[in-house]
C-alpha cells in the first residue's frame, strides 16, 4: 500500500506542477456554476435543491475523466517511459492502481470546491441533505468507473489524442444504454434493463438520495473490470511478439478473464436483492416507515396493490416504474403474504384492462410526445390500485407525481410522495371495510354510555327514552362484553346533578320557554378517562339515536373513517341581483375525501351533525346565533373546533384587486375565548410573489400589463415561524398566509387553557386596516405600501386547548327561542278553515346549553381562509410553476393531529419541488452568485498556493540533501 501511495503522491505532483490540474479544475468548476446559476436558472427555478449541479454531471465527466487519463498511459509509451517503470520493482497492478488513485483523488478536491452551492441553497432554503450526499457518492463512483475505462483505452495506444476520442466513445456508449433516447424505443421492460446497464441511469438513481448495494456494485464492476483488463494490457506489452505464450501468459489471460466475467456476473445475481439499501432522504421518501407497519399489521384479510403501467408512454413517465415497483415490493415484504403485488401492461392483459375500466374506472390517458423525427399520441397506463375486501381506491398520475416547469417545453417530473398516497389509500380501504363490519372491532379498551334520563319526560321524548333502552340492550348484547351502559336521573338526585355539570357541563334541559318544566335527557361514552358527548337526533326517534350512538362508539376505534363536517359561506347575492362568486375549496375538500368522509353543513339548524368527529369552519360570514350556538355546544361536547376566518374579504376580479371589511359573526364568541380576529390584514417584507396587474405610463398612454412582484399581503412564513413541537406544523417547512388577519390573546380569559402558537410572521411584518391592497410601486418603493409602526411578529395561526366555558352560559338555548317565536300551523285561523288539510305540526325542540367541555376539547384558529382557497392555491402553483399544496398539508395535518390519527403526520413528508427558496431581491440573488464565482477562483488559488508550498518545500529538501552530500565527500 505504501508503494500506491508513493507513486499516487508522484502522480499528483505531476498534475499540480503542471497546468493540468488547474485547467481540470478550473473547466469543472466553470461549467457547474454555468449549468448551475445559467442554463438551469437556478433562482428561477425556485427550488432548495441541487439537482441542477449534478443533473448535466455524467456528460461533463465524459469528457473532464477522458481527458485526465488520456496521457497518463499513451505518454508513457510515447515518450518511451514505460520500459522503465516496467522494470521497478513495483508490480503493475499497482503502478494502475496508483494511477488511478491519483485521478481519483483529483475528482475529489474539484468536486470538494464545488461544496459552497450546496450550502448557499442550505441558507436560502430547507435544503434535503439526503440527496446531496447520494449525488456526491454518485458523482464519485461515475467518476472512477470513466477513470478505470480512460485508464484502459491509454493503455492501449501511444497516442494521446487517440485515447481522449476512444474513452470518450467507450463512456458515451455506457451512458446512453440507459439514457432516455434509447429506452423510449423498447418499452417498459426493455427500458428497465437498458436503464440497469446505463451509467446515467444508475446515477440517477442514487442522486435521488437512495444508497443501493446494486447500483454501488455495478459501478465497482466496471472499474474492476477495467482495471483488470488495464493490467492486462500492460502486462502483454512484457512478452515478446511473435512468440509461442508461456504457461504463464496463458494463466494470466484465463484468470483476467475469469476475474472479468464474475465482476459482471455478480450484478445479476445482485439484481434480486431488493433490501440492501439506505434511504437518505428526509422523512425517507424512498422506502415504507414505521407507520405504514402499522396500518399492513392492522390487516385481517388480503391486500391487493396492482399497477397498470404501460409498455409505451409518456418518456417523462417511464423512468418512474421502476422506483414505484421497487417499492411496491417493500410492500410486499413487510405484508409478510397479507399484501399481494401484481404488475400489469393491459395492451396484454385485454381482460384485466377491461376489468379496469368498469370495476375500478381506469380508462388509459392520451399524452402527446415529440421526437426529434416525429410528434405523436401515445395512450397509456401510469395507475395504481390498492384493493382491501370489497373496497378499493384508484391512483392515476396525477396523484402520484408532481411536475415542475421549467421553461416551455421543459418539464422535470418525480414521484411526489409515493408512500404517503399509498398509504393514505390502505388506511381508507382499511377504515371503510373494518367500518363496515363489526361496530366493536377497533375498540382497543371497553366503551361505557352514562345516559343522564329524567324519569318524567314532555312527549315525544318518554317514547324516546324507551328506544334508547331497547337500542343500548341490542348494543350490550352484540359487544362480547366491550360494552356496556349505566341510566341514572340527575333529577332526583341532587348530588349526582352537581357531579353530572361539573364533570359534563350537563345542565337541566327545557322544551319550551313559556313552560320551563325542566329535565335531563343526555347521553355521555367513556373509555379510559376519555370522554365524548352524544347529541340528541334532531328527529327525534330511534334510527337517528343509533346513527348517533354508533357514530360516538366509533370515535373510539381508531380502525375507522372519521366524519368532518364543512361549512363554507353561503353564495351572497351580488350587483343587479345576481350571485356573487362563492369561495371555491375543491382541492382542499377532495384531498381530506382521500381520507375522511365529508359533510357539508351550513349550522342553521343549531346543531351539528351528529355523526362528525371534527367541525371545519371555513370562511365565516355574519353567523348568526343558531350558527354560533353550533359551533360553541360542538367544542362544549369535547370536539375539536377548526376555524379559519379573516375581517377582509378579498375580490380579485376585473383585474384588480380589492378588499372590504367583513364581519364573520364569531368576534364576541371568539373574545368569550380570550380569542380577538383583528381587524387589518398582516404584510410581511418577507413574503410569496404574486402576478400582480401593474400599469406603466407610456407618454401619457396607461398600459396595464402583469408582474410577478413581491407582495406584502401574502407572508412567507418559513420554518422559523412554525410551530416545531407541534404536529400540525412541524414537517411544513414552508407556508404561505395570502390576506391574513393577526390573532391576539387574552391572557386572563384564556387562564386555564393552553394556547400553541402556530403560525407567525417575522419580526418585521406590520399590519393595516386599510382596504386598498393595490400596490403603488411608484410612490412606496419596491414592497409598493407604506411599513407600518406597529412592527413585530403577528400570529397567524393558534390551537387553545382545554376546558372551555359556553359564551352561552346563563342564556336560553337559541333553538328554543327561534322555536318560541313560531305559533305551530295548528293554532293559526288558515288551519281551521281547511278542514281537510292536516296542519304542519314541527316537532318538538329539546335544546339546552352545555356550559362547560371537557379537557379533550380544541379550537384551531387560523387568520385566513382565502389561503385555502383554489384561487390562492392557483397563484401560488404560478408563482412557483409547480403544484403548491402546503395549506392543504395544514389542514390534513390539524385534522389528523385533532382526531389523534397521528400516524400519517410525520409521514407526509416534503415534496421535493415544495422545498422553496427564501424570498431575494435582485441584489441578494446577484450576491449570492458571485459569492460562489469568488469562492470557486478561491478555491483554485488556494490550491495553486499549497502546490507552490509543497514544490518549494520539496525544493528545499533536495537542496539540505544535496549540500549533505557535498559536505560529506
Known sequence: MSDILRIARKELAAFFGSPVAYIFIGSFLAVCLFVFFWVSAFFARNIADTRPLFEWMPVLLIFLCSALTMRLWSEEQRAGTLETLLTLPVSTWRLVAAKFLAGLTLVAIALALTLPLPLTVAALGPLDWGPVIGAYVATLMLAAAYLAIGLFVSSRTDNPIVAL?????????????????????????????LRLLGSGSRFDSITRGVIDLRDLYYYLSIVGTFLALTVYSLERLRWAPDTDRPEGHRRLTLITGLAVANLLAANLWLNSVDGARTDLTQGRVYSISDTTRTY??????????????????????????????????????????RVRVEFVDPADHPDLEREAGEQYGIHPVAFQTASKYQT???????????????????????DLIEVKVRGETDLDVRLRNPEYDLTCAIKKVLYSYQGGGDLFAGLKAPVKLHAFVSAQLPAPLPTLRTDLEALLGELQAKSNGRFSFEIQDPGADKALARQVEERYGFKPLVVDLLKPTSFYFYLALESNERTESVPLPESLDKAGLARAIEAGIKRFAPGVLRTLAVYTPPQAPGEFGLPSARPAYGQLEQRLRDGFTLQETDLKSGQVPGDADLLLVLGPENLDQKQQFAIDQFLMQGGTALVAAATFKVDLGRGAINARPQATGLEDWLATHGLTLGKSLVLDPQNTPFPIPVQRNLSGYLVEEVQTLDYPYFPDVRESGLANDSGITSNLGQITMNWSSPLQVDQERAKGRTVTTLIHSSRAAWTSDSANIQPDFKAHGDLGFARGKDRGTKVLGLVMEGRFNSAFTGKPSPLLAAAGDKKPEADQPDAAAKPDSKPDVKPAVVSGVIESSPTSARLILLGSASFLTDTAIGLASEATQTSYDKPIDLIQNAVEWSLEDRGLLGLRGHGQFSRLLVPLSRQGRIFYEYLNYALALGGVGLLYWLARRARTRRD?????????????A
Do not use: W
Not at 528545499?956 to 560529506?968: F, H, M, P, S
Open 296 to 337: 399492513i399489521g392492522q390487516l385481517q384479510e388480503p391486500l391487493l396493490i396492482r399497477g397498470y403501467f404501460s409498455a409505451q408512454t409518456h418518456p417523462l413517465l417511464a423512468p418512474l416504474v421502476p422506483q414505484m415497483r421497487d417499492l411496491l415490493k417493500e410492500y410486499q415484504i413487510a405484508g409478510g403474504g
Open 956 to 968: 528545499q529538501a533536495q537542496a539540505r540533501y544535496l549540500t549533505n552530500l557535498e559536505g560529506r
Open 165 to 193: 476520442i476512444g474513452s470518450v466513445l467507450v463512456c458515451a456508449v455506457f451512458y446512453l444504454l440507459g439514457s432516455e433516447a434509447l429506452t423510449n424505443l423498447f418499452g417498459n421492460r426493455g427500458g428497465e434493463v
Open 376 to 398: 405523436g399520441v401515445v395512450n397509456s397506463y401510469f395507475d395504481l390500485v390498492v384493493k382491501y375486501g370489497d373496497q378499493f381506491e384508484h391512483l392515476g398520475f396525477q
